[in-house]
């Protein structure tokens, strides 16, 4: 049987050399998409608020759309009227920035998303965290943060020795690790889907045995639907990673627990 280059799929297909040599990994495939994506939004934005005006071109209302449904739907809702406005910005670009290196899995040609790296969710996650405990230090002070975290109000006392350590793990260690590990498990295994269809199909369509061949068309067919679905999929966790940074803000800018 002649086997497609690269089938099966695996760890190997996210092993991109360096582009410069000399400077190692820094720059890869990846990275240059990382880069390739804060330009889009930057030169998006750019163009859209050139010349804002009254009645908003196609840009602008698509601009203002996003940026709204962000402010209104997530830092509004979730951290609350009074300081969700100023974490607005913040999010909205967060939630961009991540759909659009989502959205890059499944762009022809580029085909992989940065996310599926887990350095790239492990890096938002890491900021999400610093900054949920510097708010909530700058807002209680660290002692006071500390208590307002681990202590729950109105538990006999006996069961903190239960739920501290319960309160300690959830809130200092499973956080971020969550936080990276959804966004990356989700990009990492769309495109080992995408590629498993996809060169299955054309190891099908090599296969001696002739009554394989036909199945390649299933094989494609189902690399077409879990592109549309990976597309739905991309913005999903991209508004789930910001609904949770904004909670964790929520909870450390609490005045209860």
Known sequence: ???????????????????????????????????????????????????????????????????????????????????????????????????????????????????????????????????????????????????HTLILPGVPWPMHLLLVPIEFVQNFLTRPVTLAVRLFANMFAGHLLLLVFTLGGVALMNAQTLWFRPLSVVSWAMAIIMTFFELIVAALQAYVFVVLTASYVQSSLAEDH
């Open 1 to 147: 049987m002649i086997v497609a280059e690269g089938f099966p799929p695996g760890v190997q297909d996210f092993d991109f050399q360096s582009l410069v040599p000399p400077l190692g990994q820094a720059i890869t495939k990846i990275t240059l998409l990382a880069w390739l994506a804060a330009a889009i939004i930057i030169v998006f934005f750019l163009v859209a608020y050139r010349k804002p005006k009254l009645v908003p071109t196609k840009s602008q209302w698509l601009a203002e759309s996003i940026y709204g449904f962000i402010r209104d739907g997530v830092s509004r809702e979730v951290i609350g009227a009074k300081d969700g406005l100023r974490f607005a910005p913040y999010l909205a670009t967060l939630f961009l920035f991540i759909i659009v290196m989502n959205v890059f899995g499944i762009v022809p040609f580029i085909q992989i998303s940065p996310n599926s790296h887990i350095a790239f969710p492990a890096f938002l996650a890491i900021v999400t965290y610093v900054m949920f405990l510097y708010l909530g230090i700058r807002k209680h002070g660290f002692f006071g943060y500390i208590k």
